[in-house]
């Protein structure tokens, strides 16, 4: 079954401490995001990359970092810069037609961090 | 600045009635909208779309209304369904499609027998 999996599905930090979030898609999609979820808000455009070896902040790119080396794979680290960083994280991927962009963007089915 | 806004976060709605669910948002540049729909601790499915060069979109139980005059667009389930119980989020995009998409806040719809 073709779709985006995300793991692990609960990870904890120690203060201090970088996690890496990982997310794989065989949907041979172009385009891959991170977004983060909290409570009561909407999601969050951390990063997001178009193509392999390429990738832009989103809105709220402190605290974390990415690598594009392949294109079904987009993991995304949060480091100890970031200082709240208990949050559902939703990885995410669309096709890029050639007209950029896509009808629809899928999601894998998130991981939930925490602060020990 | 909160530039797609849900202002009601949670909605209560009779088993075999309509749901009305809406989403307002303020940059006039977005001309791309998706509704999409969240269980807990999973992630969000697609629902429906609309581009700003329409104002209705009908998808089985599911139509997307927009007027860009008022820049509000709203979800309509008929008729809602226990299973319709979820996370409901609007998102907006300036590029056409669903590229970079700003995510509304969410509203719960809970389905009542």
């Known amino acids: 079954d073709g779709g985006i999996t995300q793991s692990p599905k609960y990870l904890f930090r120690k203060e201090g401490q970088n996690v890496t979030l990982s997310c794989e898609q065989n949907l041979n999609h172009d385009a891959m995001y991170w977004y983060r979820q909290d409570p009561g808000q909407g999601l969050r455009l951390i990063y997001y990359?178009?193509?392999?070896?390429?990738?832009q902040k989103g809105d709220i790119a402190e605290g974390y970092s990415v690598s594009r080396e392949k294109k079904e794979s987009f993991p995304l680290t949060v480091t100890s810069a970031q200082k709240n960083p208990t949050a559902f994280y939703l990885c995410?991927?669309?096709?890029?037609?050639?007209?950029?962009?896509?009808?629809?963007?899928?999601f894998g089915s998130g991981t939930q961090l925490s602060v020990l | 600045d909160q530039q797609v806004k849900q202002n009601s976060p949670s909605l209560s709605v009779q088993e075999g009635r309509i749901s009305i669910l809406n989403c307002d948002y303020t940059?006039?540049?977005?001309?791309?909208f998706l509704w999409y729909k969240k269980y807990p601790a999973e992630g969000p499915t697609f629902l429906i779309s609309?581009?700003?060069?329409?104002d209705k979109n009908e998808d089985g139980r599911f139509t997307v209304f927009l007027n860009k005059s008022a820049k509000h667009l709203s979800l309509h389930i008929v008729p809602s369904q226990p299973g319709d119980s979820a996370v409901y989020f609007c998102a907006a995009s300036d590029t056409g499609t669903a590229s970079k998409l700003t995510f509304g806040t969410g509203t719960r719809l809970q389905v009542t027998l």
């Open positions: 609309i581009s700003s060069i329409k």
């Open positions: 990359s178009q193509i392999v070896n390429d990738f």
């Open positions: 995410a991927s669309h096709l890029v037609f050639p007209g950029g962009g896509s009808e629809k963007l899928f």
């Open positions: 940059n006039s540049m977005f001309d791309y």
